[in-house]
């Protein structure tokens, strides 16, 4: 059953400085960074039964005073998901950048990865060079992870004239990884969020990049979780092509959705 994602009422504070904080986990706030996206986001997925109400009339809305211990479960996830952060001060060889990689927490419930989401720093406000990265526990954000060797990912560029997109973009992208959103969900590595002077990048990591079909069908579903439209199109790039040209956004797209 699908766990309820509650609008936020409210903006967060942010952190003042450009690292993110380690978040606890504790059932998350009500507060939030976007306050609109909650309403137009991908449901979460809850790997475990939730007693909520079906009718949807405000009679039957009870609150934590009523049912306080129904509304102290968390509601679990289907996998774990570990976020991790990286912000090279400089172009650096592959030994120093997996230095600068911090895991900063790993989650497994709806409650936490709003608690979370609700304690980091917005992918907007970070450094130019720094990157968020989402993957299921166990896999680790780089080409050469035994999970993502064979995959690919599929690229949205973000242009400056339009940085207002990114954090709902980037919101509704992990929202789609953690409820499992897609049909082959079992094919989703992670999702990463590039920070960069040009362009910022979204980027969908996916297991397999010779599966045509398992890859096209990622992209489509995750194109249409970001809205856009029919003419606007993203591509997908073999990690063994970036591992080749060590270069992670200017290889040829093996497809386009």
Same mark, same amino acid.
């Given at each position: 059953?699908?766990?309820?994602?509650?609008?936020?009422?409210?903006?967060?504070?942010?952190?003042?400085?450009?690292?993110?904080?380690?978040?606890?986990?504790?059932?998350?706030?009500?507060?939030?960074?976007?306050?609109?996206?909650?309403?137009?986001?991908?449901?979460?997925?809850?790997?475990?039964?939730?007693?909520?109400?079906?009718?949807?009339?405000?009679?039957?809305?009870?609150?934590?005073?009523?049912?306080?211990?129904?509304?102290?479960?968390?509601?679990?996830?289907?996998?774990?998901?570990?976020?991790?952060?990286?912000?090279?001060?400089? =172009?650096?060889?592959?030994?120093?950048?997996?230095?600068?990689?911090?895991?900063?927490?790993?989650?497994?419930?709806?409650?936490?990865?709003?608690?979370?989401?609700?304690?980091?720093?917005?992918?907007?406000?970070?450094?130019?060079?720094?990157?968020?990265?989402?993957?299921?526990?166990?896999?680790?954000?780089?080409?050469?992870?035994?999970?993502?060797?064979?995959?690919?990912?599929?690229?949205?560029?973000?242009?400056?004239?339009?940085?207002?997109?990114?954090?709902?973009?980037?919101?509704?992208?992990?929202?789609?990884?953690?409820?499992?959103?897609?049909?082959?969900?079992?094919?989703?590595?992670?999702?990463?969020?590039?920070? =960069?002077?040009?362009?910022? =990048?979204?980027?969908?990591?996916?297991?397999?990049?010779?599966?045509?079909?398992?890859?096209?069908?990622?992209?489509?579903?995750?194109?249409?979780?970001?809205?856009?439209?029919?003419?606007?199109?993203?591509?997908?790039?073999?990690?063994?092509?970036?591992? =080749?040209?060590?270069?992670?956004?200017?290889?040829?797209?093996?497809?386009?959705?």
């Amino acid at each position: 059953m699908a766990a309820t994602l509650n609008k936020p009422t409210s903006a967060s504070p942010l952190p003042h400085d450009d690292e993110p904080t380690a978040a606890s986990t504790t059932t998350a706030s009500t507060t939030n960074h976007s306050p609109s996206a909650a309403s137009d986001a991908p449901a979460v997925a809850a790997g475990a039964d939730a007693n909520t109400s079906a009718s949807g009339n405000e009679d039957d809305l009870m609150t934590v005073f009523e049912d306080p211990v129904n509304f102290n479960v968390k509601h679990p996830l289907q996998n774990r998901w570990t976020l991790w952060f990286d912000n090279p001060q400089k =172009r650096t060889g592959q030994h120093n950048w997996e230095k600068s990689l911090k895991n900063l927490i790993t989650f497994d419930t709806v409650e936490d990865f709003w608690g979370v989401y609700n304690n980091v720093v917005v992918a907007s406000q970070l450094a130019h060079g720094a990157n968020y990265h989402l993957f299921k526990e166990g896999v680790r954000p780089m080409w050469e992870d035994p999970e993502n060797e064979n995959g690919g990912k599929w690229i949205f560029p973000i242009p400056k004239a339009k940085r207002g997109d990114l954090d709902q973009s980037w919101l509704f992208t992990m929202l789609a990884c953690i409820g499992e959103s897609f049909n082959n969900s079992e094919e989703i590595c992670g999702a990463v969020v590039s920070i =960069r002077k040009q362009q910022d =990048r979204i980027a969908l990591w996916t297991k397999h990049a010779l599966d045509a079909d398992a890859a096209t069908a990622a992209g489509g579903h995750w194109k249409s979780i970001l809205q856009l439209q029919d003419a606007d199109k993203i591509g997908y790039q073999a990690h063994s092509d970036a591992l =080749r040209k060590n270069s992670s956004f200017s290889n040829q797209d093996m497809y386009t959705v």
